[in-house]
């Protein structure tokens, strides 16, 4: 009888140990297949990250436009960058009279290691220089009002060249950022970091407290993303067949 019981007891003892290695290597698989799928879901996201790199303090509000901004993040959109249309509002009391954002394909870079993306521009370029004063002609983005900007046809020929010469494959995360805005009257924004000008010296320095930028400051920035010059690089002669056929 004592035998018996023993026998019982060693059996559901095992019974026991069983169940719980099923059940632990059941969890592993679980976690196992949950953290592929987590991977692989992380691969296969169908929507392009726009990241709005402009400075909370400086005056515009920025965002796609609604009706296209299903089209524009949608990585199987091959067309993606001809329906790019971002919204601006100047938010400040003054008015604007030039606008001057970098459009960055973060994940894309040209052989040098150089970022690439485009340019996204409002107004006369003449207002790069901080003398320059406004004329009848130009026309600024008044207080409270909203332009759109999209990307420039030279500059989507030139994505479009790139991408069939290189065999790129479109962006999957954008980064919009300042160069300058400018409110025609020698005061503004200019670069990353939103500096206001005109610059202001340490007080501490003899020199005068205002002072102009550095007259390469721009073109430096303008060195280190390279796309813009793409659509200048990949001449009729240069381009590929298959670029030429998508023209005509």
């Not at 901004?69 to 604007?96: A, C, G, H, M, Q």
């Not at 332009?147 to 954008?174: F, N």
Request: some cysteine.
């Amino acid at each position: 009888m004592r035998k018996d019981i023993d026998a019982s007891l060693m059996k559901s003892a095992n019974l026991r140990l069983l169940v719980a290695l099923l059940v632990l290597g059941t969890s592993l698989g679980l976690l196992a297949v949950a953290a592929r799928s987590g991977g692989s879901g992380k691969t296969q996201s169908t929507e392009r990250v726009i990241e709005n790199k402009v400075q909370d303090h400086v005056p515009i509000k920025i965002k796609l436009r609604a009706e296209k901004e299903k089209r524009i993040k949608d990585l199987n959109n091959s067309d993606w960058y001809r329906d790019f249309e971002l919204e601006i509002t100047n938010v400040s009391d003054k008015p604007i009279y030039y606008l001057d954002l970098w459009l960055i394909y973060s994940d894309v870079f040209d052989p040098n290691g150089h970022s690439v993306g485009a340019v996204l521009r409002y107004g006369r370029p003449d207002f790069t220089d901080f003398d320059t004063r406004p004329v009848p002609e130009d026309v600024p983005i008044l207080p409270g009002a909203t332009i759109s900007l999209t990307i420039p046809a030279s500059d989507q020929k030139g994505w479009l060249a790139h991408k069939l010469r290189e065999k790129r494959v479109d962006p999957k995360h954008l980064e919009i950022s300042l160069t300058q805005l400018s409110y025609g009257d020698g005061t503004g924004y200019r670069g990353r970091d939103g500096r206001s000008y005109p610059f202001k010296k340490d007080q501490s320095s003899n020199a005068p407290c205002r002072e102009r930028p550095n007259a390469n400051d721009g073109k430096e920035t303008e060195a280190r993303l390279s796309f813009p010059r793409l659509s200048q690089a990949y001449s009729s002669r240069q381009r590929p067949a298959a670029l030429k056929g998508a023209e005509t």
